[in-house]
């Protein structure tokens, strides 16, 4: 395994959120030696404690402090959703690389404005967390598609579930509405998944066709508010009932440019599934399944002769797979080594790549913007009743 897995000179970095996702960042980028110098939070006292956890030596008061340590070089944003816009906007007007947690923003007209400024500072990395593009074998399927190994894509299937807002008393802000598509679990894991299809075969989603579901049209709300992920059983808290509209569920159809069909599912309320995404990809001479709880298991399917099942080892990948394979295989590589393998990718183009000019390898904000289309997009199908075209 020769691929770097360190980045020398890479500039320092500094994380805004200290929820779920903000310390994980913290961790992926000290292991590929990028220090972290500060941590912003929802309120000075609660990033401090996390700080103190994490080991991040200082905490801002807010943005405009962080911005103004000369320190940071790379701003990574793991903030509420509504959040990203003023976040992303002003870090990159401050001259900053940014890394920004899916999605992007809560607007296509918000992602837009962003992926315009980004292209107007072209020696700044502006790159969104799609990190599942990161397991080994998603590389290994999307290479030996464009190898043509099984042949015509006819269709992607799969789903994206989850079961940590099962019950009424599972709370999370994610629940209450952004203000701009006021999705929930299509925005924050449907992304996850349009993007992962899109990048496996090769070409953009061009239609959706959408229905939501609510199963709790209530729910109960900690006074001080939760954390993703932490769960309400066995603990007994001040809370008050308040109205849902956001989704606990949705059923997508799609059809892809060139005539690919498709169709996913995702669900925060599937019981026993903690963080589950599957793959299913039907070629005219074989298919692929994928899944994330798994991640170093990749099934061939073939007619003309036995299914395979492949386990991750970097000496039988693609070489576009095997460079984000650090492990020898039996060694698995999961949901931690995503975010160094992007990590990597990001400030290995920081420091090498933008003097060239060379084109961003890793997910830009032009991919954030065109997943906030997709949910505008679903949205809408879902509310009339119809096949929508992403705008
Ligand atoms: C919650 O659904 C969450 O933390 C997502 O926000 C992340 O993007 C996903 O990787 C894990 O689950």
């Given at each position: 395994m020769g691929s770097p897995i360190v980045v020398p000179d890479a500039p320092a970095a500094a994380v805004i959120g200290?929820?779920?996702i903000g310390p994980v960042h913290v961790e992926a980028l000290r292991r590929i030696g990028?220090?972290?110098v500060g941590l912003l939070g929802s309120t000075p006292d609660r990033a401090a404690a996390t700080a103190r956890r994490i080991g991040v030596s200082r905490v801002y008061r807010d943005l405009d402090e962080l911005l103004a340590d000369?320190?940071?070089g790379v701003v990574h944003i793991a903030s509420p959703?509504?959040?990203h816009f003023d976040q992303a906007r002003k870090s990159l007007e401050a001259g900053r690389h940014v890394v920004c947690?899916?999605?992007?923003?809560?607007?296509g007209s918000q992602t837009g404005t962003l992926r315009d400024l980004a292209g107007s500072c072209p020696t700044q990395a502006a790159a969104v967390?799609?990190?599942?593009?990161?397991y080994p074998l998603c590389r290994e399927i999307r290479a030996r598609i464009a190898d043509n190994?099984?042949?015509?894509?006819?269709s992607v299937t799969g789903s994206y579930v989850q079961?940590?807002?099962?019950?009424?008393?599972?709370?999370?802000?994610?629940?209450?509405?952004?203000?701009?598509?006021?999705?929930r679990a299509v925005a924050d894991i449907g992304t996850h998944w349009m993007d992962l299809a899109q990048y496996l075969v090769g070409e953009p989603i061009a239609s959706v066709n959408a229905d939501l579901a609510t199963f709790h049209p209530r729910r109960m709300r900690p006074v001080g508010g939760s954390e993703t992920?932490?769960?309400?059983?066995?603990r007994a808290r001040l809370a008050e009932e308040i109205e849902v509209t956001t989704e606990d569920h949705a059923a997508v159809l799609l059809r892809f440019r060139g005539g690919i069909r498709g169709v996913f599912h995702v669900s925060?309320?599937?019981?026993?599934?903690?963080n589950s995404l599957t793959m299913e990809i039907a070629g005219s001479e074989g298919s692929f399944a994928w899944e994330s709880e798994s991640p170093d298991r990749l099934w061939i399917g073939s007619r003309h002769g036995p299914n395979q099942l492949l386990s991750r080892d970097p000496a039988l990948l693609r070489p576009a797979a095997a460079s984000s394979?650090?492990?020898?295989?039996?060694h698995v590589e999961g949901f931690p080594d995503t975010f160094k393998q992007l990590f990597l990718d990001v400030y290995g183009w920081i420091v090498e790549g933008r003097s060239t000019g060379d084109t961003a390898t890793f997910p830009t904000f032009i991919d954030g913007d065109r997943e906030l289309r997709l949910c505008e997009a679903i949205a809408r199908s879902a509310s009339e009743g119809r096949w929508v075209e992403v705008g």
């Open positions: 200290g929820g779920f990028v220090e972290v000369d320190r940071v959703n509504a959040q947690e899916k999605p992007l923003a809560i607007t967390n799609y990190n599942i593009r990161y190994e099984i042949g015509r894509v006819l079961d940590w807002l099962l019950y009424p008393d599972d709370y999370n802000w994610r629940v209450e509405p952004d203000g701009g598509t006021n999705l992920f932490l769960s309400s059983i066995g925060q309320v599937m019981a026993g599934r903690k394979s650090h492990y020898p295989g039996g």
